[in-house]
């Protein structure tokens, strides 16, 4: 997973933070209500939102290039 972000265009990192954010909404109701089949599946999904940040916030800097749509 951690691999593959680096190498998504823009608007894939923006549709997959989307997604995680979602999932970690969902997970953390969960865990509220019930009981949770992976607790540690919420510490991935902040990691991977974390990841997702870091990498945006690079080619904002001009770390990183922006690459387009394949």
């Known amino acids: ?16 933070l989307n997604e995680s954010k979602e999932l970690l909404r969902k997970e953390r109701f969960k865990a509220v209500t019930s009981k949770v089949e992976n607790p540690l599946r919420i510490r991935e999904l902040k990691k991977h939102i974390a990841r997702i940040l870091t990498i945006k916030k690079e080619y904002a800097l001009g770390i990183r290039e922006k690459r387009g749509a394949r």
């Not at 680096?6 to 990192?13: C, I, M, N, R, S």
Request: overall charge negative; aromatic content about 0%.
């Open 1 to 16: 997973m951690k691999g593959k972000l680096e190498e998504l265009p823009v608007e894939e990192l923006e549709r997959s």
